[in-house]
C-alpha cells in the first residue's frame, strides 16, 4: 500500500509538470501519514482511502501551484488539517503561508504538522476569519472550504491587500455563484483544473477588487 501511495503521488505531480525533489515527496507523504494517524481520532477529514487521500488532497492541492507563483504572502482560510496550504508549502518554501481554521482540533494538527514536517514557512492560527486581524493584508487569498462566492468575499474582503486576489477553489463552474458577485470584484480568470486521477470537475477562480461599490 505505501509503494502504491507513492508511485501514485510521483505518477500525478509529472502529469501536473511540478518540479518536485525527493525531500519533499517525502514531505508529502509524511504528511499524508499524520493525517492518516490523527483522522482516526480526531476525524479530520471524511476521505480515508489512502489513495483517494493522495488524490483528493495532495494532487488536488498541488494542481493548483502554478496559480500562485510570484507572491509572498499566502492564507488558506477554512484550511482544515492544511489543505491546500500545508502541501503548497513544501513545494513553495519561498512563500509564507498563515493558515486559518476556528476548529481546534484542526489547529493542533496543523501545529504538529508544521513542527513534525519543518516548515518555519507556514504559521496555523485558530480564529475565525471574520474577526481575524492580520499585521499586514496577503497577496492571496485561497480557499476550498467556503458554501458560496460571496460567503469568501464578504468574510475575507479585510484579508486581502489592494494589488491581492482571492483564489476560490471549486468543483463544476458555479454560475449562480458567480452571477451574485458585486460590483466591488471582478473575475480576472476561471480555469478548470485537471487533477490526474480525479474524474470530477475541478475550476480556480480568480477575483480582484475594483474598488467599486457593494
Not at 15 to 29: D, M, P, R
Not at 55 to 74: C, E, F, M, T, W
Not at 201 to 207: A, D, G, P, V, Y
Amino acid at each position: 500500500m505505501e509503494f502504491n501511495r507513492q508511485q501514485e503521488l510521483e505518477s500525478g505531480i509529472e502529469s501536473l509538470g511540478l518540479a518536485c525533489s525527493s525531500v519533499q515527496t517525502n514531505l508529502l507523504l509524511k504528511y499524508l501519514e499524520m493525517l492518516e494517524r490523527w483522522n482516526k481520532a480526531f476525524n479530520l477529514t471524511a476521505i480515508r482511502d489512502p489513495l483517494q487521500m493522495v488524490r483528493l488532497h495532495l494532487l488536488d492541492s498541488l494542481a493548483i501551484h502554478p496559480y500562485i507563483q510570484g507572491v509572498k504572502n499566502i492564507i488558506d482560510v477554512g484550511t482544515g488539517p492544511g489543505l491546500p496550504g500545508i502541501p503548497l508549502a513544501i513545494l513553495n518554501p519561498h512563500i509564507n503561508f498563515t493558515l486559518l481554521d476556528s476548529n481546534g482540533k484542526k489547529t493542533r494538527f496543523l501545529f504538529q504538522a508544521i513542527n513534525d514536517l519543518a516548515l518555519p514557512n507556514a504559521l496555523e492560527i485558530n480564529q475565525r476569519v471574520e474577526v481575524y486581524q492580520p499585521d499586514q493584508q496577503f497577496d492571496i487569498v485561497v480557499s476550498r472550504a467556503f458554501s458560496s462566492l460571496f460567503d469568501m468575499l464578504s468574510q475575507c474582503d479585510h484579508l486581502v491587500s489592494k494589488k491581492g486576489c482571492f483564489l476560490a477553489m471549486k468543483g463544476k463552474k458555479p454560475d449562480s455563484e458567480l452571477s451574485m458577485i458585486t460590483k466591488a470584484y471582478k473575475v480576472v480568470d476561471l480555469s478548470e483544473v485537471k487533477v490526474p486521477q480525479v474524474d470530477s470537475e475541478r475550476h480556480l477562480i480568480k477575483i480582484i477588487k475594483t474598488g467599486g461599490s457593494t
